[in-house]
């Protein structure tokens, strides 16, 4: 889908994604309600037109301790993320036109207090999340938050979100519903932050439609196993399976798609939905 009209759907009242869009300003608000006085570091992954950020009120208390960066690569989003914020009086927040991939964009901003990485999960292969998920050791601060989504089309990865991120020192506070489609997450890093790694690419965005597309096709290969073992490289590791396309987005090949499975531990996490729960999409 195209990735100004994707975000048009926000504007339908009582879709499934003005409702993720909701829970997610709300989850940004009661986050800036918790943080330490004094300043606070936003940082937003393919931040769209940034509508998780800009709802802050005017009078709210934290309102001015927020500085941010939002790195976005589509042009047209960059101007209505650059004009929303203009017109929201935000002086701090800054809207840089990027790959968000890529960690250098996030110096001197990083360690954060609040990591947003909506609209992200959905949109990348699995290795891909696993490689996001450890860079957020870089991105976020101790005590900080990461505030992340992904819908729970079958195979639900969040469970195997849940399990990456709660591996590499992060408590779980919040998720949606298990019966809620679209999902949102908040996990407090409780571990030390890393050094930023400059250099370091974390993903390949392919899109939702091309996401499940090459998946499916990964699928129907002969001699592919009934059920694949996750990651099959060193998360970390800074080789990127597909090609960026800088300034059209950053499309990668269809043989980027890493394994799609899911193992059985991750099936029985809390975040698994029920057996027979409908899904609320
Ligand atoms: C699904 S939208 C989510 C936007 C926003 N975070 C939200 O939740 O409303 C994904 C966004 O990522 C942007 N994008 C895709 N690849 C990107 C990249 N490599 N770097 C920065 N932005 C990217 C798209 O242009 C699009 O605005």
Not at 67 to 92: I, K, M, T, W, Y
Not at 116 to 140: K, M, P, S
Request: charge should be positive; hydrophobic fraction near 35%; aromatic fraction near 4%.
């Amino acid at each position: 889908m195209d990735r100004n009209r994707w975000h048009d759907r926000y504007d339908a009242p009582d879709s499934p994604l003005a409702r993720r869009l909701a829970t997610v300003r709300e989850r940004v608000r009661l986050a800036l309600d918790d943080s330490p006085p004094g300043p606070l570091g936003v940082v937003s992954l393919c931040a769209g037109q940034e509508r998780d950020l800009l709802d802050v009120p005017p009078g709210h208390p934290r309102r001015e301790d927020v500085r941010a960066r939002l790195v976005e690569l589509d042009p047209h989003n960059v101007d209505a993320a650059r004009e929303a914020v203009r017109s929201a009086g935000l002086a701090q927040v800054e809207v840089v036109a990027a790959d968000a991939s890529l960690l250098d964009h996030y110096a001197g901003m990083a360690p954060a207090d609040i990591v947003l990485l909506c609209g992200v999960f959905g949109n990348i292969t699995d290795r891909d999340i696993e490689r996001t998920v450890d860079a957020c050791t870089q991105l976020c601060a101790t005590g900080g938050r990461v505030i992340w989504t992904r819908n729970r089309k079958s195979p639900d990865r969040v469970p195997l979100i849940c399990r990456w991120v709660e591996e590499r020192g992060f408590e779980r506070e919040w998720v949606t519903d298990e019966q809620q489609f679209r999902s949102v997450g908040v996990h407090r890093f409780r571990g030390r932050s890393r050094p930023l790694r400059p250099g370091e690419r974390v993903f390949t965005f392919l899109g939702y439609d091309r996401l499940r597309s090459a998946t499916r096709a990964r699928d129907r290969r002969p001699g592919r196993p009934a059920r694949p073992t996750l990651s099959d490289r060193p998360v970390g590791s800074v080789e990127l399976a597909g090609s960026m396309r800088p300034g059209v987005g950053s499309v990668g090949f269809v043989s980027a798609v890493g394994p799609v499975g899911v193992v059985s531990a991750a099936s029985r996490s809390p975040c698994a939905p029920r057996a027979g729960a409908p899904l609320r999409r």
